[in-house]
């Protein structure tokens, strides 16, 4: 019953942008934090940007001030916006739902299937 869709990916050239967006179901949506991650090719998974049931946000370096986390509880889906695209964000992106813990955000059981995002240089 729990599902989380992802869509929005695609092929970009750098410096472009994309929004993905991911459609939550199952779950009491606004009990959740939320969280993107993506896997490259040879890259372990790495937690992206994270966003707290109040909308609160947190984002890795490597993407602070060209993605932007959001949600909408009402539609229970969460964003991610990203801007000047650079070949190193090419990977499979994922959405999450999870929780915080000492204020650092963990992954719970809950996965969506990915969406590829590829950037062309």
């Known amino acids: 019953q729990v599902q989380l869709v992802e869509s929005g990916g695609g092929l970009v050239q750098a410096g472009g942008s994309l929004k993905l967006s991911c459609a939550a179901s199952?779950?009491?949506?606004?009990?959740?934090?939320m969280g993107w991650y993506r896997q490259a090719p040879g890259k372990q998974r790495e937690l992206v940007a994270d966003?707290?049931?109040?909308?609160?946000?947190n984002y890795a370096d490597s993407v602070r001030g060209r993605f932007t986390i959001s949600r909408d509880n009402a539609k229970n889906t969460v964003y991610l916006q990203m801007n000047s695209l650079k070949p190193e964000d090419t990977a499979v992106y994922y959405c999450?739902?999870?929780?915080?813990?000492?204020?650092?955000?963990?992954?719970?059981?809950?996965w969506g299937q990915g969406t590829q995002v590829t950037v062309s240089s």
């Open positions: 199952g779950i009491t949506f606004s009990g959740f934090a």
């Open positions: 966003i707290s049931s109040d909308s609160r946000t």
């Open positions: 999450n739902a999870g929780y915080y813990h000492n204020r650092h955000y963990y992954a719970d059981s809950y």
